[in-house]
Antibody, heavy 120, light 106 residues
Framework: QITLKESGPTLVKPTQTLTLTCTFSGFSLSTSGVGVGWIRQPPGKALEWLALIYWDDDKRYSPSLKSRLTITKDTSKNQVVLTMTNMDPVDTATYYCAHSTSRSGWYDYWGQGTLVTVSS | SYVLTQPPSVSVAPGQTARITCGGN??????VHWYQQKPGQAPVLVVY???DRPSGIPERFSGSNSGNTATLTISRVEAGDEADYYCQVWDSSSVVFGGGTKLTVL
């Protein structure tokens, strides 16, 4: 059974760096074809893709946010970490991590999401 | 950047057929995936690769993709299908989501 769970601060101040951790089970990020991505959703708005890391450490980023994002993996801990610098109130959103098994495919398992509020 | 356009809302009576479109330049050349999201919940994959269904998704959910439009079709709509629906593709090594469509069951 594949499960993912996001963790991190619920409140960050403007200009601070956000660090989110996705802890997963039921699969290995060393298995060929596997990837874990991050997607966010501001309250009442649409999904927005952020980043994705693959089993071979290939990384992809949203072009509009690339300069602020870093995604890494710790295969031994079954974790993927996303950092986002220079947080702004417009970054207030629910952040999801999700599992993928294709370089150009879909997300078949999602975490429950974690709400991050950016406010002073 | 690639843009996916969805109607903000679609309404349908129970038992009828709902069609939710996703427009994009030559989207027929891409693989389209669809997600259902109910309030307060994470998205759920309902169709992948244009028309395939994950295990556990009812046959009432189907998809098609041609030209500049992909379509998610929900047959025999039930009250429990009321949700937001998002299409997704890959373009230039990044993921793109549509703006979402709210399906209302009358």
């Amino acid at each position: 059974q594949i499960t993912l769970k996001e963790s991190g601060p619920t409140l960050v101040k403007p200009t601070q760096t956000l660090t989110l951790t996705c802890t997963f089970s039921g699969f290995s990020l060393s298995t060929s074809g596997v990837g874990v991505g991050w997607i966010r959703q501001p309250p009442g708005k649409a999904l927005e893709w952020l980043a994705l890391i693959y089993w071979d450490d290939d990384k992809r980023y949203s072009p509009s946010l690339k300069s602020r994002l870093t995604i890494t993996k710790d295969t031994s801990k079954n974790q993927v970490v996303l950092t986002m610098t220079n947080m702004d109130p417009v970054d207030t959103a629910t952040y999801y991590c999700a599992h993928s098994t294709s370089r150009s495919g879909w997300y078949d398992y999602w975490g429950q999401g974690t709400l991050v509020t950016v406010s002073s | 950047s690639y843009v996916l356009t969805q109607p903000p809302s679609v309404s349908v009576a129970p038992g009828q057929t709902a069609r939710i479109t996703c427009g994009g330049n030559n989207i027929g050349s891409k693989s389209v995936h669809w997600y259902q999201q109910k309030p307060g919940q994470a998205p759920v994959l309902v169709v992948y690769d244009d028309s395939d269904r994950p295990s556990g998704i009812p046959e009432r959910f189907s998809g098609s993709n041609s030209g500049n439009t992909a379509t998610l079709t929900i047959s025999r709509v039930e009250a429990g299908d009321e949700a937001d629906y998002y299409c997704q593709v890959w373009d230039s090594s990044s993921v793109v989501f549509g703006g979402g469509t709210k399906l209302t069951v009358l």
